[in-house]
C-alpha cells in the first residue's frame, strides 16, 4: 500500500525557472518535509536552477544539506549559544548563520573565527530579532555580510523594509521574505545601490498545483449493509460501500484544516473537536469515483476507511484515487518525477 506524489518533471521545473525569472537572486527554502518532495530532492533542484544558496529552517537540517548541497546554505534559526555551541558543522564557511545578539556572535566566532553571518531585524513579524534601534550598530560590529528580515503573510512590505533600509544605509545585501515581484522591484527602484535577495519556498515549489499531484491505492472494496458497524471505533455506517485506501496520519491525511468540501458547520466542529476526531464527519481528500466520500471513522496510521454513497458506482481494487491534500504537511512513501509525455 503507497501513497505517492507524481510530479510532472518539465512543468513542475517550467513554474520553479518562471519563480526565478520573476524574483531574480532567489534564496530556494528546503525545510520541513520538504514541501512534500523532501529535502533532498529539492536540493538537487536548487542546483538544477543554478542557485549559489539554499536555506534551511534549523540546524536539525544542516548536515543534510551541506552533504547534498554543495553551494552556500543559510540556517534561518537562529544561531544560539546556548543550544547549537556543541553542533557539528559550525566550522563549515558554506554556513551563513542568523544572529539576533552580539553575544552569540562571540561565541560562534569562538568555534570558526571566520563565521559567516547575517543579522535578523525585529519586523513587525515579532518572532526573533534585534529591534531597529540598535540594528545598524550590531550589523557593523558583527562583521555581518547582510541583514534578514522576516515578513507577515499579505502586502504593505515596502514601507516596514524601506524603514530598516535607511536604518542601516551602509547594509548591501537584504534577505526577505513573503515580498512580491512589484514589491521587490519597488525596492530595487527606490534603493537602486542596494541587493535584495528574496527567500521562497512556497511559491518555488508549489507554485503549479496542476504539476503533481498525491495518489492512493484502493487496497478493499465491500458492500455496507445499513447500519453495519465496522472499524477501531465500531460506529454504524450508511448503506454503500466501504473503500479502504492507502494514506493515513503517517502521510498526514487528515492532519490538516478539513478539506475544503466541508461546510461552514463541519470546520467549526472540527476546531471544536480536533481536526482528527472530526474528520470522520467531513468529507475525506481521496476522490473516489468522481465524489469526496466520507471517512467511516478517522484515518487510521497508513490507511483509510472510505464509504461511498449506495448510489455510487465503487472502484476496484488496485485502482488509483487522487487524494486533494495540502503539501506541506504530506509525507508520502514516495515521491515520482514523471519525464515529458
Ligand atoms: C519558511 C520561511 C520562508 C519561506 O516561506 P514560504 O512561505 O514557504 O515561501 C522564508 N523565510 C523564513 C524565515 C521562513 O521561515
Same mark, same amino acid.
Given at each position: 500500500m503507497a501513497l505517492i506524489l507524481h510530479v510532472q518533471g518539465d512543468r513542475w521545473r517550467a513554474v520553479q525557472q518562471a519563480t526565478l525569472r520573476r524574483l531574480p537572486g532567489l534564496v530556494p527554502v528546503i525545510k520541513g518535509n520538504g514541501y512534500g518532495f523532501g529535502r533532498q530532492l529539492l536540493c538537487g533542484e536548487a542546483h538544477r536552477l543554478g542557485a549559489p544558496m539554499i536555506a534551511v529552517g534549523t540546524y536539525m537540517e544542516l548536515p543534510e544539506a551541506l552533504a547534498c548541497f554543495g553551494g552556500q546554505v543559510l540556517v534561518l534559526e537562529p544561531y544560539r549559544a546556548v543550544l547549537h555551541? /556543541? $553542533? =557539528? /558543522? $559550525?566550522? !563549515?564557511?558554506r554556513v551563513v548563520h542568523t544572529v539576533t545578539a552580539p553575544d552569540d556572535v562571540e561565541d560562534l566566532r569562538s568555534v570558526q573565527s571566520k563565521a559567516r553571518v547575517v543579522v535578523e531585524g525585529l519586523t513587525s513579524m515579532g518572532r526573533f530579532g534585534m529591534p531597529l534601534r540598535s540594528l545598524a550598530a550590531f550589523v557593523t560590529s558583527s562583521g555581518a555580510e547582510g541583514v534578514t528580515l522576516h515578513l507577515p503573510l499579505g502586502t504593505g512590505h515596502v514601507a516596514e523594509i524601506s524603514r530598516f533600509v535607511e536604518a542601516v544605509p551602509d547594509n548591501r545585501r537584504w534577505f526577505l521574505s513573503h515580498v512580491t515581484a512589484s514589491e521587490l522591484g519597488e525596492l530595487t527602484a527606490r534603493f537602486p545601490d542596494r541587493e535584495f535577495r528574496p527567500r521562497v519556498g512556497t511559491d518555488l515549489w508549489l507554485g503549479d498545483k496542476g504539476a503533481y499531484e498525491v495518489r492512493a491505492d484502493v487496497l478493499e472494496v465491500r458492500a455496507l449493509a445499513k447500519g453495519e458497524r465496522i472499524g477501531y471505533r465500531q460506529r454504524p455506517q450508511p448503506a454503500g460501500h466501504l473503500v479502504v485506501v492507502s494514506g493515513g496520519t503517517s502521510h498526514?491525511?487528515?492532519?490538516? !484544516? =478539513?478539506? %475544503? %468540501? %466541508?461546510?461552514a458547520r463541519q470546520r467549526a466542529i472540527a476546531v471544536a473537536e480536533g481536526a482528527l476526531e472530526a474528520a470522520h464527519r467531513v468529507r475525506s481528500p481521496f476522490e473516489v469515483s468522481g465524489v469526496m466520500p466520507r471517512f467511516a471513522e478517522p484515518p487510521h496510521m497508513q490507511c483509510s476507511l472510505l464509504v461511498l454513497p449506495d448510489h455510487t458506482t465503487p472502484p476496484a481494487v488496485g485502482d488509483a484515487v487522487t487524494v486533494r491534500m495540502r503539501l506541506t504537511t504530506a509525507y508520502p512513501d514516495a515521491v515520482v518525477l514523471h519525464p515529458t509525455k
Open positions: 555551541h /556543541d $553542533l =557539528p /558543522d $559550525l566550522r !563549515s564557511t498526514g491525511v487528515a492532519m490538516e !484544516s =478539513p478539506a %475544503a %468540501a %466541508a461546510t
